[in-house]
């Protein structure tokens, strides 16, 4: 039983392909099996109900086949009816005049119909179709989304492409100047990514040449590149919804395209930060676990080059030792500073400070420093109080003064000058004794070495450790050649915070004297 309804509905399903294949033929056959069985009937079936019945069979076919099809059911029908139902029969002469006027009634309204029926079954194919291109798009979208890598993308493209419009697609890199390297480049790819609008090459409907279209890959930021597909020639209404398609595939792909960009972006960053994390970690665990040693190691050497007075050879290795141990100190604190300060700058420890405070405090650190003592000074009496860490802020005016004193002879100039706009303190270490090279800039990176007048290799952490702290402290830190001198300066913005009131001095001597 289950086999024989198998069979059928088999059946049933390979005749109605065929006569979705041939509707014509399945039209004339319809038309005369329906004309057959009412001629069969005709002495026992009036005329108005032969007329009725053959209508229906228009209008059945134009629902099933389209207006083309259903125009020629029009005229078999109207034929036959004339032929086999009106007298005399099987003459195409008509004596009742009344029969004209059926035949046109029958005739209009089976073109009627026709038309009606025609029109909505395309109607219908096109949504079907609509649909069906939809659905698709949506499953490409849905595939795209899910790619890790450029090479996924243009295999998915490519494979939607030669399923849906029987075309080949090639990606073309966005960098026009790579594209310009290959052997023959395509002229029509060049100027899509020069002006980023579409390109077609049509040719005959029945040429062989396959039409070929250049669809750029327009990013949220930028293009991405250019998809070329080749496909056969068509008609307007054809080439009309290619075009449609292909407006959303190159969509879809530039938008998978773009996010697989800020995917690699988002990746590099997050690796990049991680390993500065354990930069960062790795410098203030060394740093601060070499302290202690280092302090003993300086009070052994110290004690040494005390009870060693008797010995001078001894006492001058101790002195060395004194001062290498001193030096490394110098090296942990700068390292310990700068992983604080990059792993995040809520460690600041602001306090109301002015700079001519700042700068003292530095200019005594250095103490013993030769040229420490002839440093200038240009501070105007107005300068405002800062928010600053006075403790690191210290250490950075003593790196660059430091700096400077090493860098330059001893003809040199060193100077610290600063003003103040509506907006910002500029604070300014210059030397003349030296000059800062072309790009400097490198020498702000964390162990980038210049070259030393004393010949004495740095650490390279120095400025690094200045403008890390400028930057926890919301400023910028410059370095450039200024009037035959090398100028580092520091732009601090003024603060936003209102300072606290002062305690009168005059009233608490007033008050004291009461």
Request: net charge neutral; with cysteine.
């Amino acid at each position: 039983m289950d086999s024989s309804r198998h069979e059928v509905g088999r059946w049933m399903r390979s005749s109605a392909s065929w006569c979705r294949r041939y509707p014509y033929l399945t039209t004339l056959i319809s038309c005369s099996t329906a004309n057959l069985a009412l001629l069969m009937a005709r002495p026992h079936v009036d005329l108005v109900v032969v007329a009725l019945l053959q209508v229906l069979v228009v209008a059945l076919v134009a629902f099933q086949f389209g207006r083309k099809p259903a125009l020629l059911a029009s005229v078999i029908q109207v034929l036959a009816f004339d032929l086999g139902f009106i007298p005399p029969q099987g003459s195409l002469t008509v004596h009742d005049p009344q029969h004209l006027v059926v035949f046109g009634v029958m005739l209009s309204v089976a073109m009627i119909i026709s038309h009606i029926s025609g029109d909505l079954l395309r109607r219908r194919q096109l949504a079907v179709e609509s649909e069906a291109r939809q659905r698709a798009l949506y499953d490409l979208a849905a595939a795209l989304n899910s790619t890790l890598q450029r090479d996924q993308v243009v295999a998915i493209v490519s494979e939607f492409l030669r399923k849906q419009m029987n075309s080949v697609a090639r990606f073309h890199a966005s960098d026009a100047r790579a594209i310009s390297a290959q052997d023959s480049p395509d002229e029509a790819v060049l100027a899509v990514l020069r002006n980023g609008q579409s390109q077609v090459r049509a040719y005959p409907q029945a040429s062989p040449r396959p039409c070929r279209d250049y669809r750029p890959l327009k990013g949220a930021t930028r293009l991405r590149g250019v998809l070329q597909v080749d496909m056969p020639s068509g008609d307007e209404s054809v080439m009309s919804a290619r075009s449609d398609l292909l407006s959303a595939v190159a969509e879809l792909s530039a938008a998978a395209l773009e996010r697989l960009h800020y995917l690699d972006v988002a990746a590099r960053a997050q690796s990049e930060i991680e390993a500065e994390r354990l930069r960062n970690s790795l410098l203030a665990t060394l740093s601060h676990d070499l302290r202690t040693p280092l302090t003993v190691l300086y009070a052994q050497a110290d004690t040494l080059r005390d009870v060693s007075s008797e010995w001078a050879a001894v006492r001058e290795q101790a002195a060395v030792v004194c001062e290498e141990a001193l030096r490394a100190n110098r090296l942990c604190e700068s390292l310990l500073d700068l992983a604080q300060v990059r792993s995040s700058s809520s460690i600041l420890r602001r306090e109301w400070v002015t700079l001519e405070e700042i700068i003292g405090a530095a200019l005594r650190s250095l103490a013993g420093v030769p040229g420490s003592a002839t440093v200038d000074l240009e501070l105007p009496p107005d300068l405002p109080w800062l928010q600053l860490d006075v403790r690191m802020f210290e250490r950075v005016v003593a790196n660059l003064v430091d700096n400077a004193l090493k860098q330059g002879g001893a003809q040199q100039r060193v100077c610290i000058a600063a003003d103040c706009d509506a907006q910002r303190v500029h604070l300014r270490v210059s030397n003349s004794g030296s000059r800062f090279p072309e790009h400097a800039e490198h020498l702000l990176s964390a162990f980038a070495r210049g070259e030393r007048h004393d010949g004495n290799a740095g650490f390279g952490i120095g400025l690094a450790t200045c403008q890390a702290v400028v930057l926890a402290h919301g400023g910028s830190l410059t370095l450039r050649n200024r009037d035959a001198a090398a100028e580092v300066e520091i732009r601090l913005p003024l603060p936003k915070d209102t300072m606290p009131t002062l305690p009168n001095a005059l009233d608490s001597a007033g008050s004291c004297d009461e």
